[in-house]
């Protein structure tokens, strides 16, 4: 059923991307030379919607390969956004024909509408694809979060639109494909923690933010992994730089056993990270083995 499910989605996309750039009006003058000015705004136009599509298409793929079995609510909500999601070209021609507030809030409230289909959705196939009651908890918390300040700035984003046209336009075609990029990082992520057992996967959540350093860095440096070609070497410097924060979680606990009077626990603590640290080691060996066999 979620083979049919996907195909059936495909076509569709490529259905509603097809006929976006059929619409795309083609403004004459009284001598039958083409308005460039015209053609070149359609084209933008275009391009953000296409961006916007093809970014619902990417999050929907990726949150469908974690799951065996979709239940007939998900589906429910998948063929909704579907519809509202099919409603892009007609109001990308209005928007394209007349760039007016009124268009403007239209094309605003359907991507609002769209956003929030999409955002049950991957939370819903997500929790279903999660095990762990932790990591669960974790993703429960966080994605609330996310969706709370999504439903806000785009909100302010429509209101923003009624006065700032130009603006809006520019801020709607960088969303997209800001997003797009933030999808590349997840699901990269994820690929990398989908390696790790259970407990390593709980303990990488609790100390990302230490591992990374700052968000800034996690991303730019999941980035530079998925646009690498190189298999073998795609999670390299990611396993070196997590061996790296444990050797100093280690070091930080003994100096601090040392003036401890009760250092059980913090022995305890040490125990377990030193085996961590071996089964990283042992994906840092067969990653290295891997490397030299394709050489």
Partial sequence: MKERITLFSDAIFAIILTIMVIELPIN???????????????????????????????????????????????????????????????????????????????????????????????YSLTLQSTTNAKLKKRYKKEQIAQGLVTLFLRVLLIIFSIYFIKAALIIYLIIPILSFLSNIVEHEEDRFVSSLDESEQVQYYQNRNKLWGNQMRRYSQLLREALKNSEPDRWQSIIEEWQNQIDKEIQSRKETMEKSHDPGKLEYEIQQLQRQKERIERQKEQLTRHRKSRK
């Fill in 28 to 122: 004459l003058t009284s001598s039958g030379e083409i308005i460039i000015i015209d053609l070149i705004s359609a084209i933008g136009i275009y391009f953000i919607s296409f961006c916007f599509v093809a970014g619902i298409w990417f999050q929907t793929a990726n949150a469908f390969n974690q799951v065996e079995k979709v239940r007939n609510l998900d589906l429910v909500v998948y063929l909704l956004l579907l519809f509202f999601l099919s409603l892009i070209p007609s109001t990308t021609k209005l928007l394209i024909e007349d760039t007016s507030v009124q268009t403007m809030l239209i094309y605003g409230i359907l991507n609002l509408i769209i956003m929030l289909f999409l955002k049950c959705l991957i």
